[in-house]
Each structure stands twice: as C-alpha cells, then as structure tokens.
C-alpha cells in the first residue's frame, strides 16, 4: 500500500484547507484509511477515518463539525477537508491506513501503512 499525501500550508485562523492523500495498492477487499496529526512533545492523534467496508466515517471530538474526510474512488483519493481552522489545529498531519473493517482499530491502534506527513499551520 502506497500513501502519499499533500495540501499542508499556512493559514490564519478561521480559514480552511483540504488536505489530500492518494492511496493505492489495497490487496483486501475493505480497508480503513484516515488521517492522523502530531505535534512535536505531544502524542500522536487520530483525526478522522473513512471506513470502505461499510462507507462510514467518525471524527474525534475536537474536530467534529469543522473536518470531513471523503473518499473519491474514481482518483483512490482521500480527502481531508478542515474549516475553521485554530492554532492548535497547527500539526505534521498523515495520511495511514489498515486493511481492517473497523475505523475504530484503525485510529486506536498502530496501522500498517503511513503516508509522509504534511505541514498545517493555523497564525495570523
């Protein structure tokens, strides 16, 4: 499985930014793909998961309502859509996926596969 991901940038508070990861080389038939975000001293955190064996999503809470993460199966692009944007949304952000069901198992556990990271930055 190959991940890549792309779209970080600088952004004032407020503002929105679409973060995109290209996936390709699933061997199962389902898998759970998600992003995930790191600030340096601070623990790793899952962001959001979209789910191909039964199309859902879920979101932490500190992002619910501001992020959407959708899938385009046509481009195997996954995307990560933030608005309202704050400071402390300012992380190296990853794109990782598991061929596993469950978004669950994905953003509380270890997955397999890890796209790079991609800068977001939320100042004025």
């Known amino acids: 499985v190959q991940l890549q991901a792309s779209g970080g940038g600088l952004v004032q508070p407020g503002g929105s930014l679409r973060l995109s990861c290209a996936a390709s080389g699933f061997t199962k038939e389902y898998y759970a793909i998600g992003w995930f975000r790191q600030v340096p001293g601070k623990e790793r955190e899952g962001v959001a998961c979209?789910?191909?064996?039964?199309?859902?999503?879920i979101s932490v809470d500190s992002v619910k309502g501001r992020f959407t993460i959708s899938r385009d199966n046509a481009k195997n692009m996954v995307y990560l859509q933030m608005s309202s944007l704050k400071p402390e949304d300012t992380a190296l952000y990853y794109c990782a996926a598991d061929e596993v069901r469950s978004c669950i198992t994905l953003l509380t556990t270890n997955p397999d596969y890890w796209g790079n990271g991609t800068l977001v930055t939320v100042s004025s």
């Open positions: 979209f789910s191909s064996f039964d199309g859902s999503t």
